[in-house]
């Protein structure tokens, strides 16, 4: 009897475990992982809309030359009231779509994707240059070596107030990069400058113009300029000048003076349109770093669609131009005083090579819900290399190569099955992008979630609209990630579009609003 029991025990208590994995393998759909998806409403590629010549046209921006020459309050009363003034947001994504009215739609993606490639490299050079100790260490935006510059031009407020400036899409110039309009000088001369993250110096095209791109507006004529400079930046692009302050007019008539910026007479490369470029970067002659005393280091943006486009309020009868959406910048306190429960903050990390970049630390990232493999997105202080940034100038998602490969096959796998098997892929993708699918004659699909896992806990689930795109008109889209060689990953606006991103430089955070423009 002890003999039999022996023998019977062991193997009622495997029957028993068997039975209950069984159990869990049919509980958990035969031991498949459940994949997240959510629908996308397929729209394809359209050209930028026409933008009325005054939309953007705010006339607190043409000043009556009442401001003294180097003012440095702010001098509306309504600024001087409050803590910040009202964002006003406007809806409009393009500034000169007649500019490309011979380019279709895809000529125009075309001729963005190449600018992007060419700031990647640029970016991918500067950092070799720093982590080898040649170069100046201060980001694609920064000095090359010839200013002797120093940030001169901070103002002596009393308190801090904020800021705000209408943002719009600067796609119809064929560019990735985001516009403002903002008045320059006194009296004020309403200018388009570009918004860049990734860069450090403020500057625009000024008469005499010895060698000068064509802009959207009359070239700026100072009154007074000063020490020599050269800017290379993360696109290829070039310009020298002389620094000079001057005081920039923002919306609602708040004024900044004495702020130091680059008066450029010789610029070549890839800048189109705009007048000159707002850099934003955490070096010492940005926007921000040379307001900080005022409204502290603190600004937000949130960046429309591409081609997004919404009825126009305007009481017009005309079809045509329409009004697109656009969005808003804001400085000061204001920047996220409404970031909302839905808000993800994570702290901001510091390159001790390169102190431009807005760097953050991506800890995994999820695609279908599952997180995937994602190695060297950590930054290394020592060598500088690895680590992500938040960048308004790169429009594509860049991941270190083998972190891409992991992502880009785990949305391959979710897309099989949520596509459905009538998606064909399409081979040799389309310009930087590898994953493409065909989806012509169908008005929405299911998608597979991607979200990025940042430090402190932080959650950035990306809209499908933010990483499956259209290329074409044909019904052709793309997975809008990329791999890089660079040696640094970055979030580009692609992927930050729909979101309020709050860069608070106060308190070493950056923050991702959804649903914030």
């Given amino acids: 009897m002890s003999s039999h029991m022996a023998v019977t025990a062991p193997c009622s208590f495997l029957s028993l475990s068997l039975l209950l994995l069984l159990l869990l393998l049919l509980a958990n759909g035969g031991g498949a992982s459940t994949v997240e998806y959510q629908t996308l409403v397929l729209t394809p590629l359209q050209k930028p809309h026409a933008l009325r010549d005054d939309y953007l046209l705010d006339e607190t921006l043409v000043d009556s030359g009442a401001a003294r020459e180097g003012e440095s309050d702010l001098l509306s009363t309504t600024a001087a009231a409050t803590s910040s003034l009202q964002v006003r947001v406007a809806h409009r994504d393009s500034i000169l779509a007649s500019e490309a009215a011979n380019s279709t739609a895809e000529e125009i993606l075309r001729l963005r994707l190449d600018r992007d490639a060419a700031r990647v490299s640029a970016i991918r050079a500067s950092l070799a240059a720093a982590r080898s100790g040649s170069g100046s260490g201060s980001g694609s935006g920064s000095g090359s070596g010839g200013s002797n510059a120093n940030a001169t031009g901070r103002g002596r407020g009393r308190g801090r107030g904020g800021f705000s400036s209408s943002v719009v899409s600067g796609l119809a110039q064929g560019s990735g990069e985001y516009f403002t309009r903002i008045g320059i000088g006194t009296p004020a001369s309403p200018a388009y400058m570009v918004l860049d993250t990734g860069s450090d110096v403020v500057w625009l095209q000024c008469a005499p113009c010895r060698r000068c791109y064509a802009q959207s507006d009359p070239i700026f004529d100072p009154r007074r300029r000063s020490c020599l400079y050269q800017v290379s930046y993360g696109d290829g692009s070039v310009t020298t000048g002389d620094f000079s302050t001057e005081t920039l007019t923002f919306s609602g008539g708040a004024r900044v003076g004495r702020v130091a910026l ?37 600004f937000s943006y949130c960046l429309v669609d591409r081609t997004s486009s919404s009825s126009s309020s305007s009481s017009s009868a005309a079809p045509t131009p329409t009004t697109p959406r656009t969005s808003s910048m804001v400085f000061g306190d204001a920047a996220a005083a409404a970031t909302g429960p839905d808000a993800a903050f994570t702290p901001m990390v510091r ?65 099989a099955a949520g596509l459905g098997g009538e998606a064909a892929e399409v081979a040799g993708g389309f310009s930087l992008f590898d994953t493409c699918y065909d989806l012509a004659g169908r008005d929405e699909v299911r998608v597979p979630t991607v979200a990025l896992h940042l430090a402190g806990g932080a959650q950035v689930s990306l809209p499908a609209e933010n990483y499956l795109i259209p290329v074409d008109t044909k019904g052709t889209f793309c997975f809008a990630f990329a791999g890089t060689d660079s040696g640094v990953s970055i979030l580009g606006n692609i992927q930050q579009q729909g979101f309020r991103v709050v860069f608070d430089g106060d308190r070493d955070r950056l923050g991702f609003v959804p649903k914030g423009c």
């Fill in 351 to 415: 390159n001790p090579k390169m102190e431009t970049f807005y760097y953050v630390e991506v800890n995994g990232i999820s695609v279908g819900g599952s997180r995937v493999p994602a190695t060297d997105l950590r930054l290394d202080p020592s060598t500088g290399r690895g680590g992500a940034i938040v960048d308004s100038g790169t429009s594509v998602t860049r991941l270190a190569r083998a972190a891409y490969a992991a992502v880009r096959d785990a949305f391959r796998a979710g897309a």
């Fill in 262 to 298: 680059g008066c450029g007479h010789d610029n070549e490369g890839l800048f189109v349109a705009a007048a000159g470029l707002l850099g934003l970067g955490r070096g010492a002659l940005s926007f921000p770093s040379q307001a900080a005393r005022r409204f502290g280091r603190r």
